[in-house]
């Protein structure tokens, strides 16, 4: 099943905000190993599409911003968005 559209910031946060069971306003801008692996799994579970990214991809995913830009990119590449 697939979703129109890519993910947008609030749906970056709040997707952050479930591990670790915190509320969207405490999480930071900046992404852990951790969160980045829990993100991308979860755009992937989402959007029912298996992210082919790239060193560069990842370098610019540390940052909620950076990810949201990433994740668009990616998505539009894989066909979404």
Do not use: F
Not at 3 to 22: E, F, T, Y
Not at 44 to 52: A, F, M, P, S
């Amino acid at each position: 099943m697939s979703h129109p559209g890519a993910p947008d910031r609030g749906d970056i946060i709040a997707m952050l905000a479930v591990l670790g069971d915190r509320a969207p306003e405490a999480v930071p801008e900046r992404i852990g190993s951790l969160e980045l692996t829990w993100l991308i799994t979860g755009v992937e579970q989402k959007y029912d599409v298996t992210l082919d990214l790239s060193e560069d991809d990842l370098s610019r995913m540390t940052t909620v911003s950076g990810a949201v830009a990433a994740l668009r990119d990616a998505l539009a590449g894989a066909g979404h968005g």
